[in-house]
Each structure stands twice: as C-alpha cells, then as structure tokens.
C-alpha cells in the first residue's frame, strides 16, 4: 500500500492568520497531487482550542490558528474536494507539530491491512509539521520509505523550507 500524508492544508496556513505567498502557490499542486495518486490518503488538521495561547506552543508563536471548528481549521476546499473522493480518505486531528497518532495509525495498516510500501508527505509547513511528522514517521516504521514532495511544501520562509528539506536527507527522507 502507498500512502499519502497531506500535512495541515488548512486555511489558517494557507491565507489566513499564518498564511504565506509560497503556501497559497502550492495549493493548485497538492490538489493535482492527491487527485494523481495511486493508494490512501491521510490528512492531517493542526487542531487547537480557545485557550491556544496559554498552551506552550502559543506561548512561543503567540498567534492563534486552527482553533477548532473555525474557518481558518478547516481542510483547503480544493485539497478537501480532491481528497473526498479517494478511498479510505482518512483526516487525523493532531495538537502537536508531530502526530503519534498518525505514527500509530499507519503502523496499524501496516501490521493489519497490507505492508505499506511506501509514505509520501506533502503540506505545511515545511520547517514545523511536515519535518516532524516525516521525522515521526521514520521511527514508527524505520523500512518503509519516506518521502516528501518539495514541490508540494512551503515554510515559514523559502530559506527555512529549503533548511528543512536538506535536514530531512540527511535523516535518509528522499525529497522528490
């Protein structure tokens, strides 16, 4: 089984409260890519609540996002439309920047439904939730191949994006 992980495309990311110019250019391309893909795909929603910036996180990007149930939490309606049609379309809610869940959840595909033979990772942001979660990934299932498609990601900036990009390598993740 091929799996595709779509990493926080949510509004709030995209052009809202920590949108970028690089996030809404990757929007037209994640879409293309989950409508091109041959295996499961998995998104992931960054899910905080009304007390964000008491939490540690806020305290260190004191910027609220993705409070759950607002407009800036949900999925991108093109990575949402593209997505609703796939089968075993799955969203995991996650309150941190790397999801065990996600880590737990494809390790039971792996162990109950057929090997995974691969995991690709495309999103945002780069630098934050898509190193973490590919990072995470490695070490849940350390010999199945990870993959992140750089086309398809945005940092915080281009020079934090390409930072991230080149640690992943370094940590035996194949950018593509």
């Known amino acids: ?104 959840y494809i390790r039971k595909l792996n162990d109950t439904e057929e090997p995974v033979e691969e995991i690709t990772l495309a999103g945002l942001c780069t630098d934050i939730c898509v190193i973490s979660n590919a990072l995470l990934l490695k070490a849940f299932l350390p010999e199945v191949p990870i993959r992140v498609a750089g086309a398809c990601c945005a940092g915080v900036t281009p020079e934090s994006h390409q930072q991230a990009l080149n640690a992943m390598k370094m940590c035996q993740i194949e950018i593509i």
């Not at 949510?10 to 250019?25: P, V, W, Y």
């Not at 929603?45 to 004191?62: F, I, V």
């Not at 990575?79 to 379309?89: D, L, P, R, W």
Request: charged share 30%; proline share 3%; with cysteine.
């Open 1 to 104: 089984m091929k799996i595709l992980v779509v990493v926080d495309m949510q509004n709030d990311f995209i052009d809202g409260s920590l949108g970028t110019t690089e996030a809404q250019r990757i929007v037209p391309a994640v879409s293309e890519m989950i409508r091109d893909f041959d295996g499961r795909v998995i998104a992931t929603r960054d899910t905080h609540g009304e007390n964000y910036l008491e939490s540690e996180e806020g305290k260190h990007l004191p910027v609220v996002h993705c409070v759950k149930g607002t407009t800036g939490w949900k999925i991108r309606s093109e990575i949402a439309e593209a997505a609703a049609g796939k089968a075993g379309y799955t969203i995991i809610d996650k309150p941190t920047f790397g999801s065990k869940e996600l880590g737990e």
